[in-house]
């Protein structure tokens, strides 16, 4: 048997395919339905480019997801048991969806059929870009030479330092999924209040508020900014990604944005990866949802 291990992650990761199977990761997709009854597999039958467009071109039409079921995390994990390889799956925070439940159905289901095979899911505690640095991570680690005893050590270290830094483009999503008030929801959208919001341990936090959209992406740039100085740490002692929603081109200005004052503050840096948001968070932040997923590299930590 190969002394190295399978990493599995939901699609809550919003991995690329390129750069998933570039590392090994395989994916198992999350479910999106404009209708609550057919659902299509992110990723697969829908693609991003197309979930996007919908969304904007149909702004009273809210989208919803459904976790993978264990069917699903069982052939992924079938692939690589009849490979003779230990499995690391990696789900999207239980706070935020059932995944988890079903990886482990699906864990208990091929342990009957391959008892000598060890999978461990594992729940990220987080979702979208900050469960993509998480599983690039752990993939560093194993191409590294680690044991899975050796990445599990680290997990909780991980998750503990992670983040989700973000701001939307409108408090209608908010809104409809009960996390602000219609009245707030209408004043905000008068007045251009763009939210600043934090992820941590799988809670989601308010960072303050900006107007308009401009100061909103500067807000979200100062978070990142905080939370690297209050950690003590360098940008290069992070895995640090910029998401965005619907705009590449909004894409494009946060990184030239985060760059500019990352180099004042650190100096230059060499890799600030930019990737597309995904369904599990854009069902329930919205189209111009933009902002950071980090973790700390494990190397690095303290």
Request: proline share 4%.
């Amino acid at each position: 048997m190969s002394s190295k291990f399978r990493i599995v992650s939901d699609g809550s990761c919003d991995i690329p395919e390129a750069l998933a199977k570039e590392n090994d990761i395989d994916i198992v997709h999350f479910l999106v339905s404009f209708n609550s009854s057919d659902y299509k597999k992110e990723g697969v039958d829908l693609e991003l480019a197309e979930l996007y467009q919908q969304m904007v071109s149909h702004p009273g039409v809210y989208p919803k997801t459904a976790a993978p079921s264990p069917e699903d995390f069982y052939a992924a994990f079938e692939k690589r048991a009849k490979e003779g390889q230990d499995i690391l799956c990696i789900c999207i925070s239980t706070k935020l969806s059932s995944s988890v439940q079903s990886a482990e159905i699906a864990r208990q289901m091929l342990a009957e059929s391959y008892p000598d095979i060890r999978v461990v899911v594992v729940d990220s505690l987080c979702c979208t870009l900050m469960q993509s640095a998480f599983v690039l991570e752990l993939c560093r680690m194993r191409d590294a030479g680690c044991s899975l005893d050796e990445a599990l050590a680290a997990v909780d270290a991980l998750r503990k330092s992670g983040r989700i830094l973000f701001t939307v483009g409108n408090l209608d999503y908010l809104q409809h999924g009960g996390r602000i008030g219609r009245v707030t929801s209408i004043a905000g959208n008068l007045l251009d209040l763009k939210p600043l919001i934090t992820l941590e341990d799988g809670e989601i936090h308010s960072s303050g508020i900006r107007r308009g959209r401009r100061k909103s992406l500067a807000g979200v740039v100062e978070l990142l900014i905080s939370y690297l100085k209050e950690q003590g740490c360098a940008p290069d002692d992070c895995n640090i990604l910029i998401g965005y929603g619907y705009d590449p081109e909004e894409g494009s200005l946060l990184q030239e944005m985060t760059r500019k004052r990352l180099a004042e503050e650190f100096g230059p840096q060499s890799t600030l990866p930019a990737f597309q948001i995904g369904a599990t968070i854009a069902v329930h932040a919205g189209p111009y949802s933009i902002g950071f997923g980090l973790v700390r590299r494990s190397d690095r930590l303290e």
